[in-house]
């Protein structure tokens, strides 16, 4: 298995920046690919970004975060990260990391294990 815990959330204001963090551990030669959620109360789950677990990562990401929205990751330190510039009030969410098999898989179905997700709350 594969442990996943996230921080960095929190309350800013629109325009704001934020960069959250997701602490891999247990299976970490098992890692494919690394994603990230969010989720609103009552919804489903929503594909954010993606990135390869190996060298040469390829990364994909949600139309509605292309250009403000970065992910990367540390292999030394098993860190994924998303960096989040411009943020609106619609980016507020519960923002979840995931690891899973396939970078281009938007479906939180086809992702394994996940976080405990972190609050990300932007005011306008």
């Known amino acids: 298995q594969v442990q996943l815990v996230e921080s960095g959330g929190g309350l800013v204001q629109s325009g704001a920046s934020l960069r959250l963090s997701c602490a891999a551990s247990g299976r970490i030669f098992s890692i494919l690919t690394m994603g990230w959620f969010r989720q609103l109360p009552g919804k489903e789950r929503v594909f954010v970004a993606s990135?390869?677990?190996?060298?040469?990562?390829?990364?994909s990401y949600a139309d509605s975060v292309k250009g403000r929205f970065t992910i990367s990751r540390d292999n030394a330190k098993n860190m994924v990260y998303l960096q989040m510039n411009s943020l609106k009030p619609e980016d507020t969410a519960v923002y979840y990391c995931?690891?899973?098999?396939?970078?281009?898989?938007?479906?939180?179905?086809?992702?394994?294990?996940w976080g405990q997700g972190t609050q990300v709350t932007v005011s306008s």
């Open positions: 995931a690891q899973g098999s396939i970078t281009t898989a938007t479906s939180p179905q086809l992702w394994s294990y």
């Open positions: 990135i390869t677990w190996s060298v040469g990562a390829g990364t």
